[in-house]
């Protein structure tokens, strides 16, 4: 499966350093309450492999916060704060890959026009690559993957369940062919 990883860095702010919120904020970036006296705020979308926290990628989450909460500064008034780095699993069109995995010789879904043609892997099942929209996607994701296991009607409508089948991009490699 072609997935790449994506450096991501999140910011953890000490409590009192903030207003005060009260529920999760998100829109181009996030900031949550302050839990166990921290905020989390973040979070960068880079190609780098280094998992070392970078200042700049902290100022980068302060102008996230700014367009979440008015009237902050434009330079960062947090102080030291503390920082974490983490890597998503991101596919191509940023699309999550749930579903029955194909097999990956092309040989063994030769001529396969369609997902439902695909060689698969009976019992060997995906939920991964939700990149940065995992809590987003994972219930409904569930819901799909376990419906498809149960052979139960599916959550989904039929263009969404192809858009997220594992199997996807073998399928356009096989007709590129």
């Keep these: 499966m072609p997935l ?4 991501g860095q999140v910011t953890l702010v000490p409590q009192g350093r903030l207003p005060d919120v009260r529920t999760a904020l ?4 996030y900031l949550t309450p302050a839990v166990q006296g921290w905020h989390c705020a973040g979070a960068t979308y880079d190609h780098g492999t280094d998992p070392t926290p970078e200042p700049a990628r902290n100022e980068e989450n302060w102008t996230r916060v700014r367009r979440l909460l008015d009237g902050l500064p434009e330079a960062a008034t947090w ?4 920082a974490r780095v983490g890597f998503r699993a991101v596919a191509p069109d940023r699309l999550p ?3 029955t995995l194909a097999q990956a010789d092309p040989a063994a879904s030769r001529g396969a026009t369609q997902l439902a043609h695909l060689a698969r892997h009976a019992g060997l099942h995906s939920a991964l690559g939700y990149a940065s929209r995992g809590l987003v996607w994972s219930a ?3 819901e799909h993957l376990a419906s498809l296991m149960e052979g139960d009607p599916l959550p989904l409508e ?3 369940a192809a858009a997220v089948d594992p199997g996807r991009f073998l399928l356009k490699q096989l007709k590129r062919q």
């Design 4 to 7: 790449q990883a994506i450096r």
């Design 26 to 29: 998100c829109r181009e970036g």
């Design 79 to 82: 102080g030291d704060v503390a």
């Design 97 to 99: 890959l749930v579903g």
């Design 140 to 142: 409904l994701m569930a």
């Design 158 to 160: 039929s263009d969404l």
